[in-house]
């Protein structure tokens, strides 16, 4: 059974920086993945960010892309996700979710996260 915990979330002004944690248990499959989404309040689950554990590989959504770091410490079967520069729209729920099948599909999920950018 996969089981995730984030945590780091919390209230920051812009400009600053956050680390979210997303610590995982059960992974079984030689395609395994850990993403991260983040919902903001009325708005739809964006998928920002995902690391292949086979070889490390990364993808970005566009509204992160050079601001926001995926990485991973297989020893602590932990994934990071680094979040500089935060602005105001980057305010809502992160969650890291588990896949089998190299960023998609995925199928269990962490409680989530909040996050909160203001000044």
């Known amino acids: 059974q996969v089981q995730l915990v984030e945590s780091g979330g919390g209230s920051v002004q812009p400009g600053e920086s956050l680390r979210l944690s997303c610590a995982g248990s059960?992974?079984?499959?030689?395609?395994?993945?850990i993403g991260w989404f983040r919902q903001a309040p009325g708005k739809e689950r964006e998928g920002i960010a995902c690391?292949?554990?086979?070889?490390?590989?990364?993808y970005y959504a566009d509204s992160v892309k050079g601001r926001f770091t995926i990485s991973e410490d297989n020893a602590k079967n932990t994934v990071y996700l680094q979040m500089n520069s935060l602005k105001p729209e980057d305010t809502a729920v992160y969650y890291c979710?588990?896949?089998?099948?190299?960023?998609?599909?995925?199928?269990?999920w962490g409680q989530g996260t909040q996050v909160a950018v203001s000044s």
């Open positions: 979710a588990w896949s089998a099948t190299d960023c998609t599909n995925y199928k269990h």
């Open positions: 059960g992974f079984r499959s030689e395609y395994d993945a």
């Open positions: 690391i292949r554990k086979r070889d490390g590989t990364t």
